[in-house]
């Protein structure tokens, strides 16, 4: 498995921007598919983007526009850029990986261990 970590969570206000990193450990990241995930309270985890090896991409109407996934191979990091940041942005964001094509919907066998990501009014 892919071990992950996340990085760049915090507190901003509404309209603001943060961007998320992911490191991943190990020699395949490049064909890895990659996804950011979150979980706010009290609500399921949803998938927010994904990026595959190739740099196809996958938004949730949610974030379409406002939020860019990409990756860095060389540094084996997956970014998410999240502008306009609204309320109820606010959750513990995941990165995940997979092996495969397919980014949604797919089983994702490896996650980092979140960072919050809280947005005020």
């Known amino acids: 498995q892919v071990q992950l970590v996340e990085s760049g969570g915090g507190l901003v206000q509404a309209g603001g921007s943060l961007r998320l990193s992911c490191v991943a450990s190990g020699r395949t990241f490049s064909r890895n598919a990659m996804g950011w995930f979150r979980q706010a309270p009290g609500k399921e985890r949803e998938i927010v983007a994904a990026?595959?090896?190739?740099?196809?991409?996958y938004y949730a109407n949610s974030v379409k526009g406002r939020f860019t996934i990409s990756r860095d191979n060389g540094k084996n990091t997956v970014y998410l850029q999240m502008n306009s940041l609204k309320p109820e942005d606010t959750a513990v964001y995941y990165c995940?990986?997979?092996?495969?094509?397919?980014?949604?919907?797919?089983?994702?066998?490896?996650w980092g261990q979140g960072t919050q990501v809280t947005v005020s009014s």
């Open positions: 995940a990986a997979r092996t495969g094509t397919i980014l949604w919907p797919a089983e994702y066998g490896s």
């Open positions: 990026i595959s090896w190739s740099t196809t991409t």
